[in-house]
């Protein structure tokens, strides 16, 4: 298995070992406040925009005498 990768920007990333990469897994199972997301957490996801309602903001109402 390749250790490195190369990014388009040039940076090198080392991947890590296969015990560090368990012990990670290890610690993300072990996180109660912020499990792993399943299969069923993707399906249900949705974007931010789609939930939350965006403020006008730099919109001009016509409420104000500079509008």
């Known amino acids: 298995m390749q250790r490195t990768i190369k990014t388009r920007s040039g940076r090198t990333i080392i991947r890590p ?10 610690g993300i199972a072990q996180d109660p406040d912020n499990p792993e997301w399943t299969a069923d957490d993707f399906k249900k996801a949705r974007r931010l925009g789609d939930r939350v309602k965006r403020p006008d903001v730099g919109r001009r109402s016509g409420n104000s005498a500079e509008d």
């Open 17 to 26: 070992t296969p015990e560090e990469e368990a012990a990670i897994q290890r």
